[in-house]
């Protein structure tokens, strides 16, 4: 099951979409979006793939182990609320620190940006661990 | 000292990857307890010692530790036994490829052994608890692959594991009558907290949790059936240290209760648990269950003396407790040594060791002659004293001297059912034992023997500063080898004369007390398996009706329960409010509302599979508008690409089943719509009222006037998701990744046969 035109669109929509999921990731904190939301577009971008290229391609592009993705999300996102322990705050507590980037000026920089790029590893990785192994059970049913 | 235990967990978890690679050094892991004590020796000389650490000082948990004489007595038995079986365990178990994993067990266990005795703070001192109960678990069923062995340690882990909540209660009852988590001012406050109205209730719980611990009666089974666990575990855990942790809390808390009711019904219970313990010690063949029995009564005889509480019994019941470290874990060692030359564990099976392997026979004769009283061993010497004491203690001894009597009598017939037979004789086919096998062992009798000829020493030492500690008094009594022709050393020859014509006469006593087994049958053994039974069957019985396996009986479960509940809150809060202003409404939110309604008809009526997932699709999208339209953009996006993303997925799980073979029965199908219409109408229901609720508005407040100032973030949604309430959402992306996992092994593992990834 290829089709030529969805394989275009696909090809050309993935790193579209890609992108704005990090956009989304980044803008959450003052607009609408987050991680949660980030997460989902980019397994969506990945599930297109999977439609117009199959799971082994799809696995490809996405490189990691969907199990690590799980795991380093998690871990990301439990890791971030540790930092607090540094300055003696209880768990989770949000640290801030303002960064001078070159082109944006003056940013906001803190743990819940990590807890929240924790989230959307995490997603991305529980919505193509069901996906790819699905997948891969239904192709090997008779 | 916090450091010290920092490191022995490090300790644990290096174990099993530094030994797997060098396996033929495993004894030399026995250089941790030793660097411990070394390391304890020079802690507790130091003038100045580190401010105690504060854990969670809101909760009252503190790192704070109490090292006086009976904390280190103690300490002093865990380091040094823990040397000598560390030594031991690796010739034991020799050529196992866990060694490693026993390694690192018996370190766990050291150091949580050691916080045991040594802690102040008693939250502290329950989690050292709970720890030992933990590694007795791993220890006992280090054999995972026979039935007995995990029986055995699902055993110790359920009764000692529910004796340690009945503990912890006790102590947090205890604490709060003191008013303070630390051991030493609940015993700076001695008797006075007595008069507290929890002090009665607090002190039975953790008499409880103590008895479980040091397998008093009616709790006493387990530690037989614990006999499953390899030599080293027996001898360590189940005759030196572990079990005697309920004697030292009981020893520690005797300021507190001594001399109250509570410490006589102690004294009874230890009175009853030595009597049954020897008793049940005598008809018993396999040598390490007959050591288990045997270490039943000596743990009821420190028990019942602790009870009897006047300084003089609580020196003596330390000597005794000492003397009893010394011979028993002797015993049991050497019992592994033996069972590995002769290949058997049954004690009739054993002959002519004193020819086959002289050494090894020597110390377990040295050993029994402890065991049995003779002089001029460490054990005689105890033993003399126990008498002294309760032949002058004021109150109702004669029982509890009959019973001691009696429990003597006994010891002195089990010694001779260890050495007599065994050592004598022609020997059989047997293979000497390696010196690590039998040498550690041989140790510890002579330390018992030197401990004897020499008792003024272990006395000023180990035994006085502990007798202190637990009776916060100068104990005016003495340990002497020979003190004058009185009426203890007449007892004292009685009962080994008496010990001796028992085992003479062995077969015929046995022989009367085989008739009384079927009343022993309805023992406390018998109890726990009914219950566990019980509780299995009663498991299994609930799984069968509820699990049934079928999603639509799940799905009925869950929305009949929700409703029926969420209708009752309605009914009874009187939260039914259903004036609602339809002035207001649109035309294109009718339009919408109709669209939606008929996609959920739809989804009902179509005969395929993927048209009705498409019509479910529908009536989500529908949703997400009806959220962009009253200004929920976070949620409305999010619903978008979850739609997108379901119908992805069901069509992909949809696509390849087969078309539908037959449809439920009208029955079925009548029982369905009646449950839907029941769950829809009770939404829709409740949704109007919540209309009417003018609900509290502070949290909204809270965090509308918070999310910029405190937390930098202007969408309120994402403060509150990502820094607010962080929490919950790391625990439902907790949840996300074990059902992910849950997909996958269902899914994936089975094709593999389960054999792991």
Known sequence: ?142 | MLALFILLSAATAVAPVVIRRRARYAPAWAAVPLASGLWLAWWISQPEREPAWNWAASLGVRFSFLTDGLGLLFAWLICGIGVLVFLYAGSYLEGDPRLGRFYAYLTLFFASMLGLVLADNIILLFIFWELTSLSSFLLIGYDHHRVEARNAALQTLLVTGLGGLALLAGLILLASAAGSYELSVLIARGGELRAEPLFAPGMILVILGAMTKSAQFPFHFWLPSAMEAPAPVSAYLHSATMVKAGVYLLARLTPIGGGSWLWDLVAGVGLVTMLAGFLLALPQRDAKRLLAFSTVGALGMFTMMIGLGTPKAIHASLAVLLAHAFYKASLFLLAGAFEHATGARNVGEWRGLWRSMPAPAAAAALAAASLAGLPPLFGYVAKEKALSAMLGHPVHAGIFLAGFAAAGVCSAALAAILTVRPLGGAPGDVHAPGLLLWAPPALLALLGALAGLRPAAADHWLIQPAAQAAARTLVDSHLSLWHGFDAVVLLSIGILLAGAVLYWRLGAVLAAASRLRSAASYGPLRLYETTLGGVNRLAVGTTRLLQSGKLRNYLLIVLLTTSGLAFHALISRGGLDLRTDWKGLQPHEGVLAGTIAAAAVAALLFPSRLAAVAALGVVGLGVAVIFLLYGAPDLAMTQFVVEALTVMLLVLVLYHLPRFSGFSSRRARLRDLGVSLAAGSLLTLALLSVNGIEGDTSLREFYTSNSYTAAHGRNIVNVILVDFRALDTLGEITVLAIAALGVFSLLKLRFKGGGGR
């Open chain 1, 1 to 142: 099951m290829t089709s030529l035109i969805l394989a275009t669109a696909a090809r050309f929509l993935f790193p579209l979409l890609l992108l704005f999921s990090v956009f989304l990731l980044l803008r959450g904190h003052n607009l609408p979006g987050g991680g949660f939301v980030g997460g989902l577009v980019a397994a969506a971008a990945f599930a297109l793939y999977w439609l117009a290229f199959g799971t082994r391609t799809a696995r490809r592009a996405l490189r990691l182990n969907p199990l690590t993705l799980i795991a380093g999300g998690l871990l990301l996102a439990a890791g971030s609320g540790c930092v607090a322990f540094l300055n003696g705050r209880p768990f989770l507590t949000g640290l801030w620190v303002r960064l001078h980037v070159p082109v944006l000026g003056e940013v906001w920089a803190g743990t819940p940006l990590i807890f929240d790029t924790g989230v959307y590893l995490l997603v991305i990785g529980v919505l193509m661990l069901v996906i790819t192994t699905l997948a891969e059970e239904t192709r090997e049913q008779p």
